[in-house]
């Protein structure tokens, strides 16, 4: 065989060895082809938020919805939800590192919420139970609930029934699987007089301090005991009389004992950690 004839062979032997190379790298069974299935949106309810959004960019998604929705002509049918006092929901969702997580969430008709999460038979977790102060709202056609929570994330809870709520995934949706997000209302509702971590706005007036949430922007009168005097000084000393501060303690809310206080609550401060050289929650 000349050479010239040679060459023409070599390419043709060679494109048939790439294009076999190809075709057995392509039909590898899928579960070895790299992917790997995630559950980020379907973790249950201390750790699957999503973020808070504002009140004009809901309605303004809402907007874009409606708009595509091929029958217009269907109406909504909101849930009927409204409160007047407070009211708990209890619900037992699973753990990625202990045998279940027992949730108590706590609405107020101030839009405060609330919410108690008990780890089971943990071990290797150093608290076995966590506290949070948040603030919630509906959704505009009343299906749902958001609640604000720290780090401007947000979770979803469809309304079911005034006495049942079921948690929703990051996306809103519907979690895969049996009833275990479901929350069901528990009587009488559960009082939180816990010390929990909480973050807020200290502002000074007229010789008293006042503490307001960052999520829910409810302001409490701060008690003279505890850790107040700590944090008073700290706050005098910045020279912010007028201005709120970002704060950083743990403490409970509970009824007034004076006579001074605008509110039948006032905040004790139990353990003030720092303020922040931060004049707004954002």
Same mark, same amino acid.
């Given at each position: ?122 071990? =290797? ?79 000074? =007036? ?77």
């Amino acid at each position: 065989m000349t050479r010239q004839r040679m060459i023409p062979a070599l390419s043709v032997s060679l494109l048939l060895s790439l294009l076999l190379t190809s075709c057995n790298k392509s039909e590898k069974p899928f579960p070895d082809n790299d992917f790997k299935w995630s559950h980020r949106t379907d973790k249950p309810f201390p750790d699957n938020t999503g973020t808070w959004r504002s009140s004009s960019e809901t309605a303004s998604e809402k907007t874009t919805e409606a708009q595509q929705n091929k029958n217009p002509e269907i109406p909504p049918n909101p849930a009927s939800f409204t409160i007047t006092q407070p009211v708990s929901y209890k619900g037992i969702v699973p753990c990625s590192d202990c045998e279940k997580i027992e949730l108590v969430l706590t609405l107020r008709p101030d839009q405060v919420f609330f919410l108690r999460k008990d780890y089971q038979h943990l071990p =290797k977790r150093k608290l076995d139970r966590q506290l949070e102060i948040g603030g919630w709202k509906l959704t505009e056609d009343g299906k749902n609930i958001l609640l604000k929570r720290s780090n401007n994330s947000a979770q979803t809870l469809a309304i079911k029934s005034a006495k049942q709520l079921e948690i929703l995934n990051a996306e809103g949706k519907k979690i895969a699987g049996n009833n275990s997000y479901l929350m069901t209302q528990i009587n009488p509702a559960l009082k939180p007089v816990e010390s929990m971590s909480m973050q807020g706005m200290y502002f000074e =007036k007229n010789g008293r301090g006042y503490w307001q949430d960052c999520q829910s922007e409810v302001t409490w009168p701060v008690a003279r005991a505890g850790d107040y005097v700590k944090l008073s000084k700290q706050y005098n000393a910045m020279n912010k009389r007028t201005s709120a501060v970002l704060t950083i303690f743990t403490g409970h809310i509970t009824l007034r004992e004076d006579d001074i206080s605008e509110t039948d609550e006032i905040l004790v401060v139990d353990k003030f950690e720092k303020l922040e050289n931060r004049f707004s929650c954002l």
